[in-house]
């Protein structure tokens, strides 16, 4: 792969600076440019777009298991990203990739995940940005889910749209070979929410939440559904929230009561 000029490449996650096979997402990135490792000092997962400004953020600098140097925050994935933009860089990154998340960020999981998050604010930062997650059955194979992110890092820089950016990419479980890249849609559909009660001493009890989404009952052209297939699902998001149908439904109907009264 080659590029006219090294890119500079911010890297976070959500798992910490030893999770998610951070050190062989940076060494693949390596082959793209110069990689700036910023991320949560602790796991925090599930936070989404959560930010800290009612209490002081912590900054470190640390090694990786590899020696790298690494800064780590007591903030969240977006804090991350945040002071990446603020503090380190002179002038913005060329790329902001999040992840390797263990764990499938797909369907609705997209709105609680940490990694999704540190992607849709570096776009908001006027970045491309990419999240990338993968089944945790993947957890033992940290370079080989590392050379996928890079294969598909490479096709959405070579052929993605003109801009800021966010693509949120899922890579299913891989048995060796190359798993098809399918470009689909979220999935809507409702997880099914779980809490499993565990009884302690003393009378106390606790719940661990879990959810589940049925593959098999998706649509064909979402990402679980790709998953599923054994396909990497590479969904692109965007920031506005608005609900472009209510909108013009609301101003129609307005419209027209005021034109009767």
Known sequence: MAWDAPMKILLTNDDGPFGGGVSALRRGLEQLGEVTVVCPADERSGVSRGITFTMPVRVRQA????GASVWTLSGTPSDCVFFAFSEIYDSPPDLVVS???IGLNAGVAAHYSGTVAAALDGALNGVRSVALSTCASNAERPDAVAAQAVRVLDLLL??????AWAFNVNIPRLDGGEPPICFVRQCPERPRFRFARRDEDYGRTH???????????AAP???VAALARGEIA?????????D?????TLRNRLWSDKRTA
């Open 244 to 248: 472009a149908a209510a909108l013009e």
């Open 99 to 101: 992840g390797v998340n």
């Open 63 to 66: 090694r990786l298991g590899d």
């Open 158 to 163: 070579k052929a993605g749209p003109e801009g």
């Open 207 to 217: 719940y661990w939440m879990s959810w589940q989404v049925d593959g098999g009952s």
């Open 234 to 242: 590479v969904t692109p998001l965007r920031d506005d929230l608005t």
């Open 221 to 223: 052209d979402t990402d």
